[in-house]
Every structure is written in structure tokens, then in C-alpha cells.
């Protein structure tokens, strides 16, 4: 497969992750497959993350660092990195999970074989080799968005023009942003897949799905209210 055209933008945004974002960004700076730039953002840390980043950055020269003065929230800062790439491919990472060393060779690979716009994979429990439960990635996508999201938001890897196309991120979510996204998609009848595959390890500890559990349901059920339109099984 010829990658020549093929540069990954890797969209990360943190907030008070010192003690985590050094092996995370290190999981992508060791990845096989090296066309890739990465995109950071310090959403108003209060710690080190900031200049721990800088110092990181020094010794590498495909990473990015921007730094908001205050606190803005994960989607309004993914949308300012996106539109800040250069890449015609998007991926996804969080700043306290850790990617298995061929995650994109692999999603590259998959996506164009399987004449996709977007795909993701399954995950480990960061510091186990327990796969997260409730991801199935034999029942079609379209079906399980009508209940639940069935896509780990650190794994996407999605075209960049399909991203433009629905306007990005919607704003108005600061929580289930990335189901929002998955709904719209799926509405839209873009092509979707999950790997079977776990290449990444998910900290669940520090999930805001658990940090901040009512307000993920709430915009969780939001999501779902808008996409009954979506053909169910």
C-alpha cells in the first residue's frame, strides 16, 4: 500500500495529566508507521502537563503544542486541532491511555482495504489484558448506536474531509461528544467499522464516563433522542 499521501494528524487534548502524558505521547512516537504529526493541547492545566509537554517536544519535531489560558473542554479544543492539521487522516488519542505499537499501520491498512471513512478498535484495560466490555464489533455499528455507543473514542481514525462534512464536533455536547459524532455519521451513511483487534489500553480510573456519570447520561440520552431516525434492527 502505497502511504505517501497518507499523513495522521493525532489529535490529543489534556488537562492535568503530568503523570500520565509522557508514556502516552510515547506510544505514538514509537508507532511502525511514522507519517504522522501530532497536535496537542493543554486545556488549562493547573499542574505540569504544560511544560512537561515542552520538554517532551524537544526531542521530537512532529508534535504541535497550543495551550488554552483556561479550561475549554474537550470539544472545542478537538475542533481547533483538527482545523489546525495538516493531515488528511484524523486519529484520536487521550493523554492518560496508552496505543499498542502498530495501532495505525493497522487502522490505515484496515480502513482503505475495507473502503471505509472511519473505524476504531477494541481496547484493553490499561495495565491488564482485559478487552472493555460492551464493544461488539459483529452487530452492525447502525444498530448499536440506537442504544449505546460502541466506538472507544481514543481509537478513531477518520478522514479528515468526512470530518469537515458534518462540521466537526458538535459544540453544544461537552459530554458524549463522541457519540454525538458516531450518531451523525452513521445518520449520514458513512462507512464505519470496529476492529476486532485490541490496539489500545483504555484508563478506566479515570474515564469521565465514570468521573462524570450523570452528566454523560445526560447528553448520552440526548444523542439518543436525536437518532431514532436511524434504522433499527
Not at 160 to 171: F, P, Q
Amino acid at each position: 500500500m502505497d502511504n505517501t499521501n497518507n499523513l495522521i494528524s493525532v489529535v490529543m487534548s489534556t488537562y492535568n495529566n503530568e503523570t500520565t502524558i509522557e508514556k502516552s505521547l510515547l506510544s505514538i512516537f514509537n508507532q511502525t508507521y511514522q507519517n504522522f504529526e501530532i497536535l496537542l493541547m493543554d486545556d488549562g492545566s493547573t499542574d505540569n502537563t504544560y511544560e512537561l509537554c515542552q520538554k517532551i517536544s524537544k526531542n521530537f519535531n512532529r508534535i504541535k503544542i497550543y495551550q488554552n489560558s483556561e479550561n475549554i473542554g474537550l470539544t472545542k479544543s478537538l475542533n481547533f486541532l483538527i482545523n489546525q492539521s495538516v493531515g488528511n487522516l484524523i486519529a484520536r488519542s487521550d493523554a492518560d491511555d496508552l496505543n499498542e505499537k502498530n495501532r495505525l499501520e493497522v487502522q490505515l491498512e484496515y480502513l482503505h482495504k475495507n473502503d471505509l471513512d472511519a473505524c476504531s478498535t477494541r481496547a484493553y484495560e490499561i495495565g491488564t489484558k482485559r478487552i472493555i466490555p460492551g464493544l461488539s464489533y459483529y452487530i452492525p455499528a447502525k444498530y448499536l448506536i440506537n442504544y449505546k455507543n460502541p466506538f472507544i473514542h481514543g481509537t478513531l481514525l477518520i478522514k479528515k474531509e468526512v470530518l469537515k462534512a458534518i462540521n466537526l464536533y458538535d459544540e453544544s455536547f461537552i459530554y458524549s461528544q463522541d457519540y454525538k459524532l458516531m450518531s451523525d455519521l452513521l445518520k449520514r451513511k458513512y462507512n464505519i467499522s470496529i476492529i476486532k483487534e485490541p490496539l489500545y489500553h483504555l484508563n478506566t480510573k479515570n474515564n469521565i464516563s465514570t468521573t462524570h456519570s450523570k452528566e454523560q447520561k445526560y447528553y448520552a440520552d440526548c444523542v439518543r433522542n436525536n437518532i431514532l431516525p436511524i434504522e433499527k434492527v
